[in-house]
């Protein structure tokens, strides 16, 4: 129950975004296990510790269910129950993401991936509770992967080898197919290796230290030499796919494209920066307006001309009029030359300046702020001004210019 609410409640947010993506939502199958590998973990050792220590009338040194069958038998009901509140929890953003979506499909590796993952912390949790033979070790194994899930959220240090990446892919990503593999790999045979080292110390009840520390480096050589491996290359998290599809469209001299996943919201972005053209009127700081999901390829090529537009499901379009008007207003400049800003609005400080004239832009050639240098100035005015003291606006030099009247 614990795993389908962890699930349930750090995905319900997304559940009323206005459209999906299934980068986003194949992530979320290893994402969430930054909290549920831990309480995972956590319960197989509590199991382990009730059900398996030699004190238990059910689980003596003689009895021939205490190697293989034993550790089989609990590991499936632990993978069942708690696996199968995990895809619960997952189920309404799978279901959503299925009716909103707008391109691609379900990544079934990284899915799968995030469930080897989990399974993995359920076997050594459960490994963990075989050896201390007592439940109070519980919280040594959520301590142990809660410490993995930060470690996997700082950098991609150990992303090989945790479930949870430090960023989710955005649309024009995917998670690199050679990583995801040999992820799923290596939760593969941690989880092999521990569910063995947890039969052969359940089948041995007597101590013979000598075998059992030959047994156990045997069945963890390949999960830690792939371990050093991953650790050690750090590969790629994100793939681009090439000439990703578009949707595009022209607007007063403006040119419009986005990724076909984001195709419901061009004529928001527009509707959106539209006005803060208009009021600008014939410029050539920005002449195309492209989506960032399209450029991921080439990042360092993309002209000063263009403006790149960050769209994603919980960022509406409408916020990037802002940093259209702060581009045509010069706010840019202003940053780099005043580090520390300017005083207030309606102030003589060039940064004052600059930002007045963004939000005069912002808001279609309204000054909506009374201290605002520009309220009251028409539109064609402000044209004229803006072409005529292009340079100084550029460059945050505002204060040694006249302003309109």
Request: a negative charge; one cysteine or more; aromatic letters at 8%.
């Amino acid at each position: 129950m614990a795993v389908f609410v962890i699930a349930l409640a750090s995905t319900w947010e997304s559940l009323s975004w206005p459209y999906q993506e299934w980068q986003y939502t194949s992530a979320q199958f290893h994402q969430q296990t930054a909290l549920a590998a831990p309480v995972c973990a956590a319960w197989a050792a509590v199991v382990a510790g009730r059900l398996t220590a030699p004190s238990r009338i059910f689980a003596l040194p003689m009895g021939r269910r205490v190697g293989v069958p034993v550790v089989r038998q609990h590991l499936a009901q632990l993978g069942t129950t708690l696996l199968g509140g995990y895809l619960l929890g997952l189920a309404p953003l799978v279901a959503v993401t299925v009716v909103d979506a707008e391109f691609g499909g379900p990544d079934l590796p990284v899915m799968v991936s995030g469930l080897l993952g989990l399974t993995a912390a359920v076997t050594v949790g459960y490994l963990l509770g075989v050896l201390a033979r007592t439940a109070l070790i519980a919280p040594v194994p959520f301590l142990l992967f809660f410490a993995f899930a930060v470690a996997g959220s700082g950098d991609d240090t150990y992303a090989a080898v945790l479930p949870v990446l430090h960023v989710d892919p955005e649309l024009g990503q995917v998670e690199n197919p050679v990583m995801v593999v040999f992820r799923c790999a290596f939760f593969l045979l941690v989880t092999i290796a521990a569910g063995l080292i947890a039969a052969q110390v359940l089948t041995h009840r007597v101590p013979r230290p000598r075998a059992g520390l030959a047994t156990a480096a045997t069945f963890t050589a390949v999960p830690a030499v792939l371990a050093v491996l991953g650790i050690s290359t750090t590969p790629d998290l994100f793939r681009i796919p090439p000439d990703p599809p578009r949707q595009c469209a022209e607007r007063h001299g403006i040119e419009y494209c986005v990724h076909q996943g984001h195709a419901s919201q061009l004529d928001d972005l527009i509707a959106a920066l539209d006005p803060v053209f208009t009021a600008r009127g014939p410029q050539e700081q920005v002449k195309r307006v492209y989506d960032r999901a399209l450029l991921f390829a080439d990042p360092l090529t993309v002209p000063e001309t263009t403006h790149v537009a960050v769209l994603a499901p919980n960022i509406p379009p409408a916020s990037e009029a802002s940093f259209v008007a702060d581009k045509l207003a010069g706010i840019y400049g202003c940053v780099e030359r005043y580090p520390h800003g300017g005083a207030e609005s309606g102030g003589d400080h060039p940064y004052d300046r600059a930002r007045d004239l963004a939000s005069w832009l912002m808001h279609g050639g309204h000054a909506v702020d009374d201290a605002n240098s520009f309220r009251g100035l028409d539109t064609d005015t402000m044209r004229e001004w803006m072409t005529a003291h292009f340079d100084a606006i550029r460059t945050c030099s505002l204060d040694t210019v006249e302003l309109p009247s």
